[in-house]
């Protein structure tokens, strides 16, 4: 079935140090791809998406391209802050029986120190 | 708008025990549903609705039950808690047309001792 591998973590950076984190995937159909970040207490939260094959998703500094060749969507961020510290959730959705719903990753947790 | 609301934010049960979560959305979507977080499990469906009056199970059904009477409301019921069922339980919401971008409330930490 269709599947999300997020790199483990916890990441920890310095503040402004450059960000990736790897995600790739796993679909018999051509999914749409996320990435929710969740801040320490609260829900999930749409970051980014792409729907398409090459489709670039960026906010708030974030930036995630929809790479099918190497079935990947890492997210990347030049800059990060202390505010930035979440648990960051790759995503992706496909249509089917379940296809309403996301098919989360395990997460991968950031702690930015300053 | 309040968005999505869960009520209660917390809860301890002893096995055997049955409660009611509340979720409730002031967006008017069509589409809501229940997802489990475990730790290093990410997220996973557990029951969803696409309009009132319906209901289909996700991935982790068993040991639930849900009810969507109102459109802005959708209910997950524990009827014999288990030490399994200790999870946080997110409600989320969406429009059909954009089911892609949900819109999660924040969360119900419950622990079945």
């Known amino acids: 079935g269709d599947s999300v591998t997020q790199m483990e973590g916890p990441v920890t950076l310095s503040e402004e140090a450059f960000l990736t984190i790897n995600c790739t995937y796993t679909a018999t159909g051509y999914p749409s791809l996320f990435w929710y970040v969740q801040y320490p207490g609260e829900g999930l939260q749409l970051l980014l998406k792409a729907t398409k094959a090459d489709d670039k998703g960026s906010n708030k500094g974030f930036e995630a391209t929809y790479r099918k060749e190497t079935t990947s969507f890492h997210l990347e961020k030049g800059s990060v802050q202390v505010s930035d510290s979440a648990v960051y959730f790759c995503a992706l959705i496909t249509s089917g029986y379940s296809g309403y719903a996301l098919n989360f990753g395990k997460g991968t947790s950031l702690l930015v120190t300053p | 708008n309040a968005g999505v609301t869960q009520t209660p934010k917390f809860r301890v049960l002893k096995t055997g025990q049955s409660m009611t979560l509340l979720c409730a959305q002031d967006m008017n979507h069509e589409y809501m549903y229940w997802y489990r977080q475990d730790p290093g499990m990410g997220l996973r469906l557990i029951h969803y609705?696409?309009?009132?009056?319906?209901?289909a199970k996700g991935e982790v059904p068993d040991g639930y039950n849900v009810s969507r009477l109102k459109k802005q409301n959708f209910l997950l019921g524990l009827e014999s808690a288990a030490p399994s069922q200790t999870s946080v339980y997110f409600c989320?919401?969406?429009?059909?047309?954009?089911?892609?971008?949900?819109?999660f409330g924040p969360g119900t930490r419950l622990t079945v001792l």
């Open positions: 609705s696409v309009g009132e009056g319906t209901t």
């Open positions: 989320a919401s969406s429009f059909p047309q954009s089911a892609d971008t949900q819109y």
